[in-house]
Nanobody
Framework: QVQLVESGGGSVQAGRSLRLSCSASGNIVSRYSMAWFRQAPGKEREGVAAIYLGGGLFYADSVKGRFTISLDNAKDTLYLQMNSLKPEDTAMYYC????????????????WGQGTQVTVSS
């Protein structure tokens, strides 16, 4: 059973930064493809960034150059560093994991956290 718990969301002004964390259980981040998704009100969930420790890194165009996905194998934790935040980044952010490759095959993710809210004001 894959368990994922996100934290680090909050309310910030445009231009500021936030770091999201996703704590996993069971030596997950070293073995699974990991990703961050977001879903804004009235919009479909979208894949934001994805990573696989053995090879594979992907960013959506909307966040490229501003967001950085990383993982800490020893802590079994996934991160999303979000810089230069914009109001359009406002959404619920979810951590996800899957056992298949490549990590950017977003439709294959089947293990989800509960989400953490990010709100960016102008």
């Amino acid at each position: 059973q894959v368990q994922l718990v996100e934290s680090g969301g909050g309310s910030v002004q445009a231009g500021r930064s936030l770091r999201l964390s996703c704590s996993a259980s069971g030596n997950i981040v070293s073995r699974y493809s990991m990703a961050w998704f977001r879903q804004a009100p009235g919009k479909e969930r979208e894949g934001v960034a994805a990573i696989y420790l053995g090879g594979g890194l992907f960013y959506a165009d909307s966040v490229k150059g501003r967001f950085t996905i990383s993982l800490d194998n020893a802590k079994d934790t996934l991160y999303l560093q979000m810089n230069s935040l914009k109001p359009e980044d406002t959404a619920m952010y979810y951590c996800a994991a899957k056992s298949t490759w490549p990590p950017e095959a977003f439709n294959e993710y089947s293990n989800w956290g509960q989400g953490t809210q990010v709100t960016v004001s102008s």
